[in-house]
């Protein structure tokens, strides 16, 4: 069990270099952008980001990743947000910005195969 609660929330987000932006037209990076407050003041809303979405194909994500996950229970909605826990196969996440974030604190845990990607950086 990989148990954090006393985890810092990531602080910054590198920018997209060369490299990140052919591996997006490679399509081994997704573009997500950002929507709501929920994750001020790290990202603003119309921010997008790259995801690595083979980021966990062969390990669990790690307290402190920035996550892009579908809601548990409505499919259709993609949440940005921060792992603060990781037990197996599930994860905590959480926004930046408690206050204005729906969250882990009200619809429980995300099953590991909900969270499509890791995010990498900023883009362009």
Known sequence: MKKSLDIAPPLQLRNSQPTDVVLWLLRQRRRFRVVGASMLPLLEAGTEVLINPAAYRQQLPQ??????????????????????????????????????????????????????????????
């Open 63 to 124: 307290p402190g990743d920035l996550v892009v996950a579908h809601h548990p229970h409505q499919p259709g909605l993609l949440l940005i947000k921060w792992v603060v826990y990781v037990d197996p196969g599930r994860c905590f996440l959480q926004g930046l910005n408690t206050a204005a974030s729906t969250d882990s604190r009200e619809f429980g845990l995300v099953l590991q195969r909900d969270i499509l990607g890791q995010v990498v950086c900023r883009f362009p």
